[in-house]
């Protein structure tokens, strides 16, 4: 059978044989099509029907593949047409400074991208939509004047890449960052973030690579920018099932041990990767204790102990990766305060699911009250390092959610723990009211204004008097003294200002119900008559 000769099997099966070469075809710019002569050639080995992953049919050639090839030389120009730079969106001078603050400012907190392989030469020769996703991505926090632009057009060549059935690294990467940040109405996080594991899936990411990094920089940079992709995959696959309630996609079993992947390539210089291995590691203890939740087992001891176990567990995780006296390699500790929250804050859900089996007892009150503490503390951080801003919709989720239980917790609180809870929220709110900068349609606007209306509630209790600390957190009923006793925690405090709603809180207040409504968080709104 010759190698150099050509057979086309008609538009339903779309083959072609091609000859047998160690080169084998590049991921990029387009889909992976069933190569005769993989199978054909005589010289072929023996399939392998039983090799490891393998479905019960596949058309992925049995020979290892390469996971990033180098740059085709036809294909290692700009493209004019999507190019923003050339079509004059921005200048080369601005477009190079918002790369530069992604990989400062944004990129730490989705580890997508490695700054030494992503340089603005690198993004405009290979991929235009990712170009342009980095563009719009920066410019929403640093260029508000070229950000409307700039999104439209990465959105556009963002959708003309997948409307062809592009599967280029590029387009995967543009659909997270663009989930990440994203405008508060936009509903579409799900479908992005489902459609970037189908590309990652048809790219063979899920199989580990078992052969060593080769020993040119630039491509063994290249093999790590799809293999990080896909670890920031599964972490973006359980962000989005966490908020929709939804099942995952991503297996356990498809990816390699992140931690021992992100140390086998130290030498190569600082990087996000351990930020990916620490991330990962909190993901699969959140996925623990969902299946904890999804045993139904009502028995009260072994759900005291599976939260004991995990909340060991989160120690260890804080203690192994913020140890200041022998912290992890290339891992900052003083820029990971997000995901030093984000840890916090799967502490506080089980430490309230704690509270909700024994809601009388008030040394779990106060466990749960000590974690708001270290949230808290946290909050103040990335208020002051800019990052609060940044965080977007991550942020309004957590703290949202902590506001409301501070809200129903206060009314069955003693009189400490309400001066307390107020104190706390009293923080919170001028933590995200500093980072505003009077923009009413920042991320930090809408959970200031949610914890004003929230604090104007709490007064009219506070002054109305309420339970006591025996009430049923539950049920609502009180087991003590009826309506507790009456005290004026704001005027105690010094919190008068925010007995009564604002102005311009009243006036924001249908635009803030459908900011909360599309992240899926509407039933946080204090209803009407609850106002």
Not at 39 to 51: E, I
Not at 507 to 517: F, H, L
Request: proline share 5%.
């Amino acid at each position: 059978m010759a190698n150099n000769s050509g057979i086309s099997t008609g538009s339903s099966l779309n083959a072609t044989v091609s000859p047998t070469s160690q080169t084998y075809p590049s991921q990029r710019g387009s889909n992976h099509t069933l190569n005769m002569a993989e199978y054909l050639d005589p010289t072929d080995k023996d399939m392998q029907v039983c090799a490891p992953k393998a479905p019960w049919f596949s058309n992925a050639p049995a020979r290892p593949r390469r996971r990033a090839p180098s740059l085709d030389p036809e294909i290692d120009r700009v493209n004019e047409s999507d190019d923003p730079v050339s079509l004059r969106a921005l200048s080369e001078v601005e477009a190079n400074s918002l790369v530069q603050l992604f990989h400062q400012r944004l990129n730490p907190l989705v580890a997508v991208l490695d700054a030494q392989l992503h340089t603005m030469h690198y993004l405009r020769r290979t991929s235009s939509v990712l170009f342009s996703t980095v563009l719009a991505s920066s410019s929403r926090f640093f260029r508000h004047d070229l950000h409307p632009t700039l999104l439209s057009h990465a959105r556009t060549v963002l959708d003309r890449a997948l409307q062809a059935g592009s599967t280029d690294i590029g387009v995967v990467q543009s659909l997270m960052v663009l989930t990440y940040w994203k405008d508060p109405e936009d509903t579409s996080g799900w479908m992005k973030v489902g459609m970037a594991i189908r590309l990652g899936y048809s790219l063979f990411w899920h199989i580990p690579r078992t052969e060593p990094l080769p020993d040119d920089e630039m491509e063994a940079r290249e093999i790590l920018n799809a293999e990080r992709t896909w670890f920031c995959l599964f972490s973006f696959d359980r962000g989005q099932s966490y908020v929709h309630g939804l099942p995952t996609v991503i297996r356990l079993t498809d990816h390699a041990d992140p931690e021992v992947w992100s140390r086998q390539h130290l030498h190569l210089g600082p990087s996000v990767d351990m930020h990916i291995s620490a991330s990962i590691q909190l993901c699969k203890l959140k996925d623990h204790w969902g299946e904890v939740c999804e045993s139904k087992c009502s028995d009260p001891a072994y759900l005291e102990l599976a939260i004991e176990t995990l909340m060991t567990q989160c120690d260890a995780l804080i203690h192994k990766w913020f140890n200041k006296e022998a912290p992890p390699p290339c891992f900052d500790t003083d820029v990971e305060h997000v995901l030093l929250w984000s840890i916090l804050d799967f502490m506080f859900i089980m430490k309230r699911f704690h509270l909700d089996m024994a809601p009388h007892d008030q040394l779990r009150l106060d466990s749960c009250l000590h974690i708001v503490a270290r949230v808290a503390d946290e909050v103040d951080i990335l208020a002051s390092n800019g990052m609060l801003v940044i965080m977007q919709d991550s942020a309004s989720c957590m703290t949202s959610s902590l506001v409301v239980f501070m809200r129903k917790l206060f009314r069955f609180s003693d009189r400490s723990q309400k001066s307390y809870i107020l104190t706390m929220l009293h923080r919170i709110l001028l933590a995200h009211a500093s980072v505003t900068n009077e923009d009413s349609k920042t991320a930090p606007a809408y959970v200031a204004r949610f914890i004003r209306r929230v604090l104007s509630a709490l007064s009219v209790e506070s002054r109305a008097g309420s339970p006591g600390p025996g009430a049923d957190l539950l049920n609502g009923s009180s087991h003590g003294q009826e309506g507790g006793v009456e005290v004026d925690f704001f005027a105690e405090l010094g919190l008068e200002e925010f007995m009564h709603v604002p102005e311009y809180v009243a006036q924001n207040e249908a635009d803030d119900g459908r900011y909360w409504a599309n992240m899926l968080l509407s039933e946080v709104l204090p209803r009407n008559g609850d106002m």
